[in-house]
């Protein structure tokens, strides 16, 4: 898929689900990727936040709180669904 694809979907994943650095205007999503925390770079981060919002949609116990973890803006303008569905496979190799 690319990085610059990549790139795409990491960013737009942190506009739709800011963190509070990013919500109180104190970095601005951009700034925000590039950055890190305790030696953890805010795009591994951000990769991590994004596994967690897609079990969160395959889990119906979090049907009631879908507006909350909605993926369809991500899933039509990002590579959101391919990288979704390399993830079991992916995981499968992890056993």
């Given amino acids: ?11 737009a994943f942190v506009v ?8 109180s205007g104190r970095e601005t999503p951009q700034q925000w990727l590039a ?9 591994a ?10 079990i969160a949609n395959r889990n ?5 709180f879908e507006e909350l973890f ?3 803006n991500l899933a ?4 959101y669904r391919q990288v979704a569905e390399l993830l079991p496979a992916y995981f499968a190799t992890r056993r």
């Fill in 70 to 72: 909605e993926e369809k």
């Fill in 60 to 64: 119906e116990a979090f049907q009631p």
């Fill in 16 to 23: 739709h689900f800011p963190g509070i650095s990013v919500t």
């Fill in 35 to 43: 950055g890190e925390t305790d030696g953890t770079p805010h795009r």
């Fill in 45 to 54: 981060a951000a990769m991590e936040e994004l596994l967690l919002l897609w």
């Fill in 76 to 79: 039509e303008k990002t590579v």
């Fill in 1 to 11: 898929m690319g990085s610059k694809a990549l790139n795409k979907l990491l960013l």
